[in-house]
């Protein structure tokens, strides 16, 4: 058995490493030394990277169909952090997002997520039903921006809550984004990081 310490994660990644590593061991490359050299993979066109959007670190991942979103929803867990969910229906997306009802949103219940991209009210009509938290923003920035807005009102409720003085400081690390989005709208996100 090889271990498989991947920095790419999910199981989807680990699945594809390990037919990579089989691949490569029938044309004569060592199965050990084929998986150190995927080890330090940290991205595939620009999938998986970490960004700092206005001072707020994100992480794209990319979901093409119902089973993608289904494997990015496995990576991103059963975290309570904030999440931005975004689809497109350019030709590359395919024109019609009816599979969206095919997508297993309920697994973000307990986070606030922000629909967003060309089609973000579907998304946000399936986020509803899914009874998920959400609001819309029109560009990740924006997304951003409502995400921290959302925070800071959650904080300063949690502050006054627990009796502490308007203003007074916790913990203000701020948790890293998990941006998923289908094919057009990762690629325009990976613009605007670029910029």
């Avoid at 920035?141 to 409502?146: F, R, T």
Wanted: hydrophobic share 45%; proline share 6%.
């Amino acid at each position: 058995m090889i271990d498989v310490p991947l920095a790419l994660p999910g199981r989807a990644n680990r699945a594809n490493a390990a037919m990579a590593a089989a691949a490569a061991e029938l044309f004569g490359v060592d199965p050990v030394t084929a998986v150190a050299a995927m080890a330090d993979v940290g991205d595939v066109a620009g999938r998986y990277r970490t960004e700092t959007v206005n001072g707020q670190p994100v992480r794209l991942l990319l979901a093409k169909n119902p089973a993608g979103w289904q494997e990015a929803l496995e990576m991103v867990g059963d975290s309570s952090a904030p999440a931005v969910v975004s689809i497109n229906a350019r030709i590359a997306d395919g024109r019609d997002p009816s599979w969206l009802w095919d997508v297993p949103f309920e697994r973000l219940q307990g986070r606030f997520v922000v629909a967003a991209g060309e089609r973000r009210h579907d998304l946000a009509v399936r986020l509803a039903y899914a009874e998920v938290e959400h609001a819309c923003a029109q560009s990740l920035s924006d997304a951003v921006a409502q995400v921290r807005a959302h925070q800071q009102a959650h904080q300063q409720a949690h502050r006054h809550d627990a009796g502490n003085p308007p203003g007074a400081t916790g913990d203000n690390v701020e948790p890293t984004i998990d941006v998923i989005g289908n094919y057009t709208a990762l690629q325009d996100y990976r613009i605007e990081v670029d910029r």
